[in-house]
């Protein structure tokens, strides 16, 4: 199994728009959906409980074919009067599909054949919430070096007056680059807010950076204090552009990756 969130550091399995969006920095490298299920472990289970279903799932959704990639986040460095999220979660499940039409038919399918494997889950976990959002890679991270738990922190933004989605695009992708030109591994994504989500992310944006190992993190961390990037142009540009809220992380684990083709 690849290491975790590799495919969203890379980009592999979105839909990839024309070369000529691949340089042009108002638009995104690849769009895909965002499945988003907070939930709490029911007493006398823990988490190794819900993963222990990864094989059943993972059974149904190569029968099915579905075009899913699934994975289990749990708080880190987070502190939750700043999280949209309503109620008590123990993690989070991410769900990632190229377009709504793949989700709609893995949907489908889970819908139909999944009830065993669902009633399987509810003995686990209790749900009450869950929301769909669109996602967008705006820069490609590098290819994680080694298996273990991926690292990914999230902040909610809203622009600011008078900015256009594409100019914080391209305040991103320039922000990215410089980090990246010090050595750094993170994937740049951000999720807009959609069906089913709180009132707190109405209208929000999600600005998401994906690391491929937890040292990488550290490392970019680092990285960023040691060459005072909190000064830097590209920074103060980004900053300009958008309202964001705490920083939330998360340790994450993949739970089901679907097979590339070829």
């Known amino acids: 199994m690849i290491s975790l969130f590799k495919k969203l550091c890379l980009g592999a399995a979105l839909p990839l728009l024309s070369g000529a969006a691949l340089a042009n920095h108002h638009e995104p490298i690849a769009r895909y959906m965002v499945e988003a299920i907070p939930f709490a472990l029911k007493e006398g289970k823990t988490l190794d409980d819900m993963m222990k279903l990864r094989g059943d799932f993972a059974k149904l959704a190569a029968a099915e074919n579905f ?14 009067s700043s999280l949209p999220v309503d109620g008590k979660f123990d993690a989070v499940w991410l769900g ?17 054949k999944g009830q065993r494997l ?53 305040a991103e992708v320039a922000w990215s680059a410089a980090m990246e030109k010090l050595g750094t591994t993170a994937s740049a994504h951000i999720w807009y807010a959609g069906q089913g989500v709180p009132d707190a992310l109405q209208g929000a944006m999600i600005k998401v950076r994906i690391f491929p190992s ?42 089901y990756e679907a097979e590339e083709e070829g």
């Open 96 to 112: 990632f599909s190229p377009n709504p039409s793949a989700l709609a038919a893995g949907l489908a399918s889970y819908v139909e």
């Open 67 to 80: 075009a899913y990639n699934a994975y289990v986040l749990t708080p880190h460095f987070m502190s939750r």
């Open 118 to 170: 669902e009633r399987a889950f509810d003995a686990v976990r209790e749900v009450n919430q869950r929301w769909l959002m669109r996602g967008e890679l705006l820069h490609r991270g590098a290819e994680p070096d080694g298996e273990g738990p991926g690292y990914a922190f999230f902040q909610t933004c809203h622009l600011k007056d008078g900015v256009s989605l594409a100019n914080y695009r391209e």
């Open 214 to 255: 937890i040292q990488s993190w550290g490392d970019s961390y680092t990285k960023f204090q040691e060459n005072n990037m909190g000064q830097s142009p590209e920074w103060r540009a980004m900053a300009a552009k958008a309202e964001c809220g705490p920083i939330r992380s998360y340790l994450g684990q993949p739970f």
